[in-house]
């Protein structure tokens, strides 16, 4: 009797330490278990419990305490909570829903814009439509306060937390003015491809300010992002003596053509400038300081409005508050201001990196809206930056 049995001993030591070579092999290649035979935890409790269970009494009792075994391994590590899942599913969704939308009014903005021109131009002042974008914001966060969706802090407000965020309001202000500015200069089409320049100059921003190297593979993703904006400019651009593209009515008989002036390209550089360090100065800000999300909104929309009604007041006479205004502007308002909320979300809950993600597709999106409405005519110069960015992005931040 003590010959089979050791030859059983023997014979269940050679399995176990076949299975211990799998796992080993599996675990040094890198290569994942979800395809294999070791990625059931049933399986893993099965053989485990009807080895052991083996060894002290038959197989018959192996086979049954190792679907004993098998079940609890299922159970204990392949079913995960369902309510932790569930609400981590929920989580993702809500998440995955506000980039959407966020990409979807980036996308929308500069076409929007264009469909509100009258002459050729926008028909009311830039600094009332920012101004009216920052208060609308600032009513929500307000809103959002007062019903309760967040929480105040405890104790006395913060209110010398609310001082830096006055840079934060100065850099967006400028920048949300310029925006307008520019869709004097180009066409919708131009504006959101050369503004994907923004990831390069926050990359460049992320440098400057935490001290961050660049890989190899970043740093040539930043020569492509350089070699898409020279490349579109040189070919799109246009005398600034030519007649700028006519109203949206118009221009449904004669096709919008891709442009640029030399003017637009200055100040499209200073944009993507400011855009950059605004973008990393306000999500260090929101992460540094331990309040929420609308109490720090709060405080950087209240210098938003404060900035842009003396923007607005200090520029001299010309169309009052709500002059000009259409259906078309006041969605081009509400789209702003919803978009900032969610932009706010993102810089404290991601990155800059993820905001630049949400720039670089909302392209196809003003594409799309460009084509459908203003009948936009796009070149090969336009196809080509788009596959430069494309490739940009995917090394920059496929290499991270």
Known sequence: DSLPKLKDLAFLKNQLEHLQRRVEDEVSSGVGQDGSLLSSPFLKGF???????????????????????????????????????????????????????????????????????????????????????????????????????????????????AAPFALSALLYGANNNLVIYLQRYMDPSTYQVLSNLKIGSTALFY?????????????????????????????????????????????????????????????????????????????????????????QNLFLYTFGVLLNLGLHAGGGPGPGLLEGFSGWAALVVLSQALNGLLM???????????????????????????AALLRLQLTAAFFLATLLIGLAVRLYYGSR
Request: proline residues 6%; hydrophobic residues 50%.
């Open 344 to 370: 706010s979300a993102v810089m404290k809950h991601g990155s800059s990196i993820t905001r630049l993600f949400v720039v670089s597709c909302s392209l196809v999106v003003n594409a799309v809206l460009s």
């Open 207 to 295: 440098c400057l300010c935490l001290r961050h190297r660049l890989s190899a593979r970043q740093g040539l993703a930043l020569l492509l992002l350089m070699a898409a904006g020279a490349c579109y400019a040189a070919g799109g651009l246009q005398d600034p003596g030519h007649a700028l593209p006519e109203s949206p009515p118009a221009a449904a008989a004669n096709p919008m053509p891709l442009h640029i002036t030399p003017f637009g390209l200055l100040l499209l550089i200073l944009y993507c400038l400011i855009s950059g360090l605004s973008s990393v100065y306000t999500e260090l800000l929101m992460k540094r300081q331990r309040l929420p999300l609308a109490l």
């Open 47 to 161: 053989l485990a419990g009807y080895m052991v269970a083996k060894l002290r009494a038959s197989a018959v009792l192996g086979f049954a305490v190792g679907t004993c075994t098998g079940i609890y391994a299922a159970q204990a590590y392949a079913v995960p909570n369902v309510e932790k899942t569930l609400k981590d599913y929920l989580r993702q969704a809500r998440w995955t829903l506000m980039l959407l939308l966020s990409t979807a009014m980036y996308g929308a903005h500069a076409p929007l814009l264009a469909l509100c021109h009258v002459d050729g131009r926008v028909p009311f002042r830039p600094s009332s439509a920012v101004l009216l974008t920052e208060l609308t914001k600032l009513l929500l966060c307000a809103f959002s306060l007062l019903v309760g969706w967040q929480t105040w802090p405890q104790g006395a407000l913060p209110w010398r937390q």
